[in-house]
């Protein structure tokens, strides 16, 4: 079997990469370890900037975003005993859109599906060869069985833990990473929100976020250490934590209900230069991950094949490789940018284990200006609406 392109991995990178190709008549092959069932309910990300919810309308899968989705126009600061309005609509003229990633890959599975396009579910892929040749090739296993795929690029869209980049001759990358003190334990709940903005909270004792997934599903997550074991917690005390960290006593409370999913998410940032190598290209969490604080993951993803799709069109329409020799570049520079929030938005917010009584003062001062300033709070608006999308080099 041949392809033009070769996608490793079902996740919002994978997907809409494949989506955006067929648009220009490009054929691809996603090859996805998990079942269907499994990457369609896998809960993650739940906020899609300004432009990662109009680039899926302009893909054709925004419809069932737009009805069910919850359009938001500001988020909540909460420190210091009092809750802090950032106005992101007011700031920037953009809102931002609450959909689970989960959804997103849903819409997109279901729209490739329905063209007649070819995502193998099942299919973990072993290894990449021939990536100095123009005909790289792809070895996964379906069924137990031993398949290849030959391709003319492929794109490496399979996460932290994917194949691709470890494909890759370690010398011809370089890693910048760092890691975090603490985690996040995410709670799923069936309850009713009560309220209609995301709420970033920093509590003396750590922070808290309150979101959501539907009228009917609360997101929470809290600060805890790397090794926490979510199975320590019963569900009175995840509830007794998340009323103490989330409530400032302004009478704002948090409705509790049947807890759906907990669980702990390591922390790290994590960016490898460049995001090319040879016939393979990077894209998403493969090639960066950032902390979660600035809700970024999912739409560095999303970005990420919007450089890459146009490319390769240019490529295979025009013979015209100049879009697929600047996509490093291009995406790298968004990457760092996109690091940078999000490191702030954490340090921001987090309490420090190993932090000083000055340096606590310096964060309730961040804080304090991000919310009183205007100037400050149109930055973080700025930011977390997400920043244009670059024009192809
Ligand atoms: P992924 O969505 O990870 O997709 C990669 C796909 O590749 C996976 O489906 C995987 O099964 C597949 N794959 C891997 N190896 C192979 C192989 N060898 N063969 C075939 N297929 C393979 N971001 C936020 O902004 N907010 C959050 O709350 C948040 N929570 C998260 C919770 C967890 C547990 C994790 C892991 C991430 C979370 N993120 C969050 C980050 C966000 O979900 C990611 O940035 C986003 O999923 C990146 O999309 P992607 O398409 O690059 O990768
Ligand atoms: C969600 C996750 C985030 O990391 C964030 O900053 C906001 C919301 C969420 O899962 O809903």
Redesign the pocket.
């Known amino acids: 079997k041949r392809t033009q392109v070769a996608i490793i991995g079902a996740g919002p990178a994978g997907l809409m990469l494949s989506q955006l190709l067929a648009a220009r008549g490009i054929d691809t092959v996603v090859l996805e370890r998990h079942s269907r069932d499994y990457v369609e309910s896998r809960i993650?990300?739940?906020?899609l900037e300004h432009q990662s919810a109009a680039a899926l309308r302009a893909a054709g899968v925004g419809a069932r975003m737009d009805a069910q989705g919850m359009a938001h126009s500001s988020i909540d600061l909460a420190f210091a005993g009092a809750h802090h309005r950032i106005d992101l609509e007011g700031l920037t003229g953009k809102k931002i859109m609450?959909y689970?990633q989960h959804e997103v890959v849903k819409d997109l599975i279901a729209q490739r599906l329905a063209d007649g396009g070819d995502i193998r579910f099942e299919a973990e892929v072993n290894a990449i060869e021939g990536l100095d040749g123009d005909q790289p090739k792809v070895r996964y296993t379906h069924n137990g069985q031993p398949h290849e795929l030959v391709c003319d690029f492929i794109a490496g869209c399979d996460g932290y833990h994917g194949v691709s980049r470890t494909s890759v001759p370690s010398n011809a990358l370089k890693v910048y990473e760092h890691r975090y003190p603490y985690a996040w334990l995410?709670v799923l709940a069936e309850a009713a929100p009560t309220s209609d903005e995301?709420v970033?909270a920093r509590h003396e004792t750590g922070f808290a976020?309150y979101?959501?997934?539907s009228p009917s599903v609360t997101?929470l997550?809290f600060q805890c250490r790397p090794d926490e074991d979510p199975e320590a917690w019963s569900d009175a005390a995840l509830w007794a934590e998340l009323h103490r960290r989330l409530e400032t006593g302004d009478g704002w409370t948090i409705n509790e209900g049947p807890i759906l999913q907990k669980n702990v998410a390591p922390m790290r940032s994590f960016v490898v230069e460049p995001m090319r190598y040879q016939r393979l290209f990077l894209a998403g969490d493969a090639a960066h991950i950032v902390p979660?604080?600035?809700?970024k993951?999912m739409n560095l993803a999303l970005a990420d094949v919007q450089v890459l799709a146009p490319a390769l069109v240019r490529w295979f329409e025009a013979g015209d490789p100049r879009g697929l020799d600047s996509y490093s570049e291009v995406c790298l520079k968004r990457v760092w940018r996109v690091q940078r929030f999000s490191v702030w938005m954490t340090r921001m917010l987090h309490a420090q284990p190993d932090a000083d009584a000055f340096e606590e003062r310096l964060q309730q001062a961040e804080l304090a200006s991000a919310a009183a300033c205007e100037s400050a709070a149109r930055h973080l608006a700025e930011n977390y609406v997400g920043l244009p999308l670059e024009a192809p080099a």
């Open positions: 993650r990300a739940g906020v609450v689970g995410g995301l970033y976020l979101s959501m997934r997101r997550y979660p604080t600035g809700a993951g």
